[in-house]
């Protein structure tokens, strides 16, 4: 018998990034709120998507719940890559993120990449 469990395997190769979007005020809140319809409908339709959901909170409404499972690590970053650069990315660059990444290495906190200034 193997010692080796495939769907730990499997898992491994995905890469798990959970935690929350912190608006500063509810009109911030509200411009997020606004702007992530297109960005999540993007997101979703990216090459190794496996699941995307941001949810406001009731209980705190400038605080989102962010939970995104890509099939890759190639994935992932070609993810956070394109959104960087997107009118979601530059709008909401300056937003504080409280995110943690789980793959294959082990669980981390995650800061994504900020929009290049033109």
Not at 37 to 55: D, K, M, Q, Y
Not at 85 to 99: A, E, N
Request: aromatic share 8%; with cysteine; proline share 7%.
């Amino acid at each position: 018998m193997s010692d080796i469990n495939p769907v730990h395997s499997l898992l491994q190769s995905y890469v798990v990034l959970t935690g929350f979007l912190i608006c500063r005020s509810l009109e911030e809140a509200d411009r997020v709120a606004a702007l992530l319809p297109e960005h999540i409908r993007l997101t979703r339709a990216e090459p190794g998507c496996l699941a995307f959901e941001v949810i406001r909170s009731m209980a705190d409404p400038v605080r989102f719940a962010v939970r995104e499972i890509y099939a890759a690590s190639a994935d992932f970053t070609a993810h956070h890559e394109r959104a960087a650069q997107s009118l979601w990315g530059r709008s909401t660059k300056s937003i504080p993120r409280d995110y943690m990444l789980t793959d294959g290495h082990g669980q981390r906190r995650y800061v994504p990449p900020t929009p290049e200034e033109d």
